[in-house]
């Protein structure tokens, strides 16, 4: 069978109404990770959807306990790992997804919706998990196959496979399992799928995340409010404090004036890659604000080569009933995006430095949470050329590069410690509500990418041996 016929085996899955049928039955197990009173439909997702559907393609499966929450909460967010070895000198991908969902938030969905019933309105299917990342796996998995049935059973390369199931909570544990494992999660490659494309008729490709970094500013003046009236004049107020603190950190137009918390340079792999990029082009988009932020970048250049700092929340005295009275507290949570070539490991240094230095001894600053480092692979990799060759012999349409994806996702945990060369090729789009009441996946984007990804794995089966031989020899010259 061709590369083309393979492809139309994709087509017939999805026109069949087979990959409907599968995503529903994904959607319905309400795999909700932050629901840290039961765990079990994060089991029944990988025993009862991922090992049927993997053991039948040939795989090994394991599922295994999180080493690091296994402890303080017994049985919480497992990892599937499945191995299909058909040489072991033989090139290897290791490909994943995440099984869990934000929750489901049921009664603010649309009328006639259930986040746990995929439902198709035209072109768009609703789901909890739909685009955020059932849908995403469920295509990668069965385009392997098609390939898979194409080539009678031999593939040509090695797959590995990693599902998680506690993305949406930050991924606990990830590090700790790839790090104990790392041995048995060796491979050439990593290609996976998750977040948003470009926009929703361009194929993209990007090569890592920007990472994440959240911080509290607190000023904490005195117990309790005075009156305004007998005290105007003669207490500081926190709220004051706390927002010139901020304006000291980032303008009236959102530039950040902070240099030592922005990156070293735009590299000119990455001003090159970002050229022809254009942003915010689906309908139902916000308009971008073409004044705020950094005026030399373009708006691609801000949002995928450069860092943003953003104030989340805020809050001082009673907004819900305020009175008259001068608040001594005040608070706000804030976050840095950013991209490689950060001095990410001295933000909170870096931030305490610069208020010193401004005069706001009395404004604390804390990390909150996890940070998401920043990762990117360089974008004249050999795979990159490969996989945006793929895409484009498939689509017919030239597929937007994105050195790095403007949020964050654990990419880190592949390229860093892992070592893997790490390509994404996402199959949902900006305005698929993502985490928010009425998540949804394109139908015309999923017959697409059906078709991308079975492309994609005829082509490493057939070139995915010479770009291994010629990345390493460039390596070692």
Request: net charge negative; glycine share 8%.
């Given at each position: 069978?061709?590369?083309?016929?393979s492809i139309?085996?994709?087509e017939?899955?999805?026109?069949s109404?087979?990959?409907?049928?599968?995503?529903s039955?994904?959607?319905?197990?309400?795999?909700?990770?932050?629901?840290r009173?039961?765990?079990?439909?994060l089991?029944?997702y990988?025993?009862?959807?991922?090992?049927?559907e993997l053991?039948?393609?040939?795989f090994?499966i394991?599922?295994?306990?999180?080493?690091?929450?296994?402890?303080?909460?017994?049985?919480?967010?497992?990892f599937?790992f499945a191995?299909?070895?058909e040489?072991?000198?033989?090139?290897?991908l290791?490909t994943?997804?995440h099984g869990?969902v934000?929750?489901?938030?049921?009664d603010q969905?649309?009328?006639?919706l259930s986040p746990w019933?995929l439902?198709?309105t035209?072109?768009?299917?609703?789901?909890?998990?739909?685009a955020?990342?059932?849908?995403q796996h469920?295509?990668?998995?069965?385009s392997?196959?098609s390939?898979?049935?194409a080539?009678?059973?031999k593939?040509?390369f090695n797959v590995?496979?990693?599902i998680?199931?506690g993305?949406?909570?930050?991924s606990?544990?990830l590090?700790?399992?790839?790090?104990?494992?790392?041995?048995?999660?060796?491979?050439?490659?990593?290609?996976?799928?998750d977040g948003?494309?470009?926009d929703a008729?361009?194929?993209?490709?990007f090569?890592?995340?920007?990472g994440?970094?959240?911080f509290?500013?607190?000023v904490?003046?005195?117990?309790g409010?005075?009156h305004?009236?007998?005290?105007?004049?003669?207490?500081s107020?926190?709220?004051?404090?706390?927002a010139?603190?901020?304006?000291?950190?980032?303008?009236?137009?959102?530039?950040?004036?902070?240099?030592?918390?922005?990156p070293?340079?735009l590299?000119d792999?990455?001003?090159e890659?970002?050229?022809?990029?254009?942003?915010?082009?689906?309908?139902?988009?916000?308009?971008?604000?073409?004044?705020?932020?950094?005026?030399?970048?373009?708006?691609?250049?801000?949002?995928?080569?450069?860092?943003?700092?953003?104030?989340?929340?805020?809050?001082?005295?009673n907004?819900?009933?305020?009175v008259?009275a001068i608040?001594?507290y005040?608070?706000?949570?804030c976050?840095?995006?950013?991209?490689?070539?950060t001095d990410?490991?001295n933000?909170l240094?870096?931030?305490r430095?610069?208020?010193?230095e401004?005069?706001?001894?009395?404004v604390?600053?804390?990390q909150?949470g996890?940070?998401?480092?920043?990762?990117?692979?360089?974008?004249?990799?050999?795979?990159?050329?490969w996989?945006?060759?793929?895409?484009?012999?498939?689509t017919n349409k030239k597929?937007?590069?994105l050195?790095?994806?403007?949020?964050s996702?654990?990419?880190?945990?592949f390229?860093?410690?892992?070592?893997l060369?790490t390509?994404?090729?996402?199959?949902?789009?900006?305005?698929?509500s993502?985490h928010?009441?009425?998540?949804?996946?394109?139908?015309?984007?999923?017959?697409?990418?059906?078709q991308?990804?079975t492309?994609l794995?005829?082509?490493?089966?057939?070139?995915?041996?010479?770009?291994r031989?010629?990345?390493?020899a460039?390596?070692?010259?």
């Open positions: 069978m061709s590369r083309q016929l139309v085996a994709s017939s899955y999805f026109d109404g087979e990959f409907f049928d599968a995503l039955q994904r959607v319905a197990i309400k795999s909700e990770s932050q629901n009173k039961d765990f079990q439909p089991y029944t990988l025993e009862d959807v991922m090992t049927p053991e039948a393609m040939g090994k394991s599922i295994l306990p999180n080493p690091v929450t296994e402890e303080e909460a017994p049985g919480s967010w497992p599937l191995e299909r070895i040489d072991p000198s033989a090139l290897t290791l994943y997804g869990d934000v929750l489901g938030y049921d969905w649309k009328e006639g019933t439902t198709a035209g072109d768009r299917w609703y789901g909890r998990g739909a955020d990342n059932k849908a469920t295509i990668n998995l069965a392997l196959k390939v898979l049935n080539k009678d059973g593939l040509g590995k496979v990693l998680e199931t993305e949406e909570v930050g606990p544990g590090t700790e399992f790839c790090t104990l494992h790392k041995e048995a999660l060796k491979a050439d490659l990593f290609l996976a799928s948003p494309r470009l008729n361009s194929p993209t490709v090569l890592g995340s920007r994440g970094f959240n509290d500013l607190t904490n003046l005195r117990e409010a005075h305004s009236g007998n005290w105007g004049g003669l207490l107020n926190a709220g004051t404090r706390l010139h603190a901020w304006a000291s950190m980032v303008d009236a137009k959102g530039r950040i004036r902070v240099p030592s918390l922005l070293n340079e590299p792999a990455v001003r890659a970002l050229q022809d990029i254009k942003v915010g082009l689906d309908e139902n988009n916000p308009d971008i604000d073409l004044e705020w932020g950094e005026p030399e970048l373009s708006p691609a250049e801000q949002v995928f080569g450069w860092n943003t700092l953003e104030m989340l929340a805020c809050k001082t005295g907004p819900d009933n305020p008259n608040p001594g005040a608070k706000a949570n976050q840095i995006r950013f991209v490689v070539g990410s490991d933000f240094k870096n931030i430095t610069h208020l010193t401004q005069g706001f001894d009395d604390e600053v804390s909150n996890e940070p998401m480092h920043a990762t990117r692979l360089n974008p004249d990799d050999p795979w990159v050329d996989a945006l060759k793929s895409l484009e012999k498939t597929t937007a590069l050195p790095n994806l403007g949020g996702i654990p990419n880190y945990v390229s860093d410690i892992l070592g060369p390509v994404w090729v996402p199959h949902s789009y900006p305005a698929c993502q928010a009441p009425n998540e949804h996946v394109l139908a015309p984007v999923c017959r697409e990418a059906l991308i990804m492309g794995f005829w082509d490493l089966s057939e070139q995915g041996e010479h770009i031989q010629a990345r390493n460039s390596k070692s010259n």
